[in-house]
């Protein structure tokens, strides 16, 4: 349980985040950074392997994503910094150490404003620094029952940025909506993938508990393997309990290296917590300091995109949507660039909304139905501007559009789709009044209720009458003629 009124104890919390940035080329050198489905130890080089007398050459578009990443946090970008050597020995780092950035980063004191428990929150930004990463180590069981290792170094190399937060969260439910929100602003501008399914988006967690008094404050602890937000949660409340256990029986926590076991739901020990001297941190002599000009910064401020947060804002405030519908609206770059394009630059509040209810409770489901990416609608701007118009005009009832939206095939408007299918709506009086007449014998009751003044009997009728022209005709015209055939003797 997180700290609370009368809870003795407080949470703090830290997030270290590694993001894949999205570039063709590896960070130090040109072997390609897409190396999800080449064969293992294929999308290597000299420089991948750390072979004797490679030499590196930085990654300028790989800067550039850092950069643009450190504004969007509101970070500063100091004019002066350099590379720097990790040193530490591990199976998957073939040189031994690992190039780095330490004192001097590329952005310094920024901030991250996200939702948590329905209130704004913001924490700092210590750091946003670029690094490469490392291969992989693949645990299997080989041909005669016993266990071996492999490494794979395709993904050496690959563009790494470190993004290090202040320890300004208090609870797991917390460090799970800050990296949710992390991750749409770095999908937002394109600096990374956000995959953390693939790898390309991963947290360290450093968390501590000491007693709101101040009589006990206990160490620090880093919680490492968790692969999904919900995974962070886990662990982090599982690792708050155990710290707080710990420190009500009188004993101490540890500074240690924790892991997660997600098929537990248990934190446990891997080490003793490194220092930053432990890894020898030098100047990295084979690439010279980075001297980052205004020249360089500007233009990447400039092109940055509204981001989520104030694009929901101003979703909210001009088209009258509700908060919920706008959060999801603007969830992910392409769906809020797509809704926008369906409604134009100065589109009427009314229509604004019913787009949106037609994106959010109709569309969404059917790219959750079919499995696609959260990035992708199944229709094109073009498609669904023509079935909102259709529908606006008459053209396609409410109900006939939501039978037709999983029968449209790819490029095919809606309007064409609907002639194909006989789903235009219904001109022919004889058939409305041919539908009336049936519903009106099928339910005398609710006839007798609505001339005896019960008047909202007739929207059972209204329904009635619309499902045997299975969809096609207008309620209003249903209404109209249901209200006329009523008065009727």
């Known amino acids: 349980m997180s700290a609370g009124a009368g809870d003795p104890f407080e ?25 999800t489905d080449s064969p293992p130890n294929t999308a290597i080089c000299p420089v991948c392997l750390g072979l004797p007398g490679a030499l590196p050459v930085l990654n300028e578009a790989a800067i550039q994503s850092a950069i643009s990443t450190g504004l969007a946090l509101s970070c500063e970008i100091p004019a002066f910094n350099k590379l720097d050597r990790k040193n530490y020995v591990y199976p998957d780092l073939p040189k031994g150490y690992q190039i780095s950035q330490y004192d001097l980063p590329l952005c310094v004191g920024g901030h991250l404003t996200f939702e948590s428990g329905g209130e704004l929150r913001t924490a ?33 190399g690959v563009p790494l940025m470190e993004i290090v937060g202040e320890p300004d969260l208090r609870s797991p439910e917390e460090a799970r909506d800050y990296l949710a929100a992390l991750r ?26 000491r007693a709101t008094d101040g009589s ?55 080490r003793t917590k490194e220092q930053a001297h432990d890894y020898r941190y030098f100047p990295e002599p084979d690439l010279p300091p980075l001297a980052v000009t205004s020249e360089m910064v500007e233009p990447l401020g400039v092109s940055l995109p509204e981001l989520p947060l104030a694009r929901r804002d101003r979703f909210v405030e001009a088209f009258g949507l509700p908060a919920a519908d706008a959060a999801l609206l603007t969830s992910e770059r392409e769906i809020a660039d797509l809704f926008e ?14 787009a949106a209810n037609w994106i959010v409770n109709d569309v969404m489901g059917l790219q959750r139905q079919r499995g696609l990416p959260s ?110 055939a009523l008065a009727e003797a």
């Open 11 to 35: 949470t703090v919390i830290g997030l270290e985040v590694h993001a894949q940035l999205l570039t063709r080329s590896k960070m130090y050198c040109g072997c390609s950074a897409d190396y």
């Open 216 to 270: 006990v404050v206990g160490a620090k602890v880093e919680v490492k393997n968790m692969n999904s937000f919900r995974a962070v949660e886990r662990a982090l409340r599982y690792e708050e309990q155990r710290q707080r256990d710990v420190l009500a029986g009188g004993g101490t926590v540890p500074q240690e290296t924790r892991g997660w076991v997600e098929d537990r739901g248990v934190t446990v020990s891997q």
């Open 341 to 354: 394009e369906i409604v134009g630059a100065n589109p009427e509040p009314g229509a604004a909304r019913r």
């Open 124 to 156: 700092g930004i210590t750091r946003v620094h670029v690094e490469e990463d490392t291969g992989r180590l693949v645990h299997r069981q080989g041909d005669h029952g016993e266990d071996i290792s492999l490494v794979d170094l395709n993904r050496s």
């Open 184 to 209: 749409q602003i770095l999908r937002y501008i394109g600096a990374s993938s956000g995959n953390m399914e693939e790898g390309a988006f991963r947290c360290d967690a450093n968390i501590s508990t």
């Open 375 to 484: 990035e992708t609608l199944p229709f094109s701007a073009a498609q669904l501007r023509d079935l909102v118009s259709a529908v606006e005009e008459g053209e396609i009832t409410a109900r006939a559009a939501k039978e037709l939206l999983p029968q449209i095939k790819p490029d095919e408007m809606p309007r064409d789709a609907a002639a194909r299918l006989n789903l235009l709506s219904l001109n022919d009086a004889g058939t409305v009044r041919t539908a009336i007449d049936e519903t009106l014998a099928a339910f005398p009751e609710a006839v007798a209720d609505y001339r005896r003044g019960k008047k909202a009997a007739i929207g059972r009728l209204i329904g009635e009458t619309i499902k045997r022209t299975g969809g096609r005709a207008r309620p209003d015209d249903v209404r109209a003629r249901l209200e006329e």
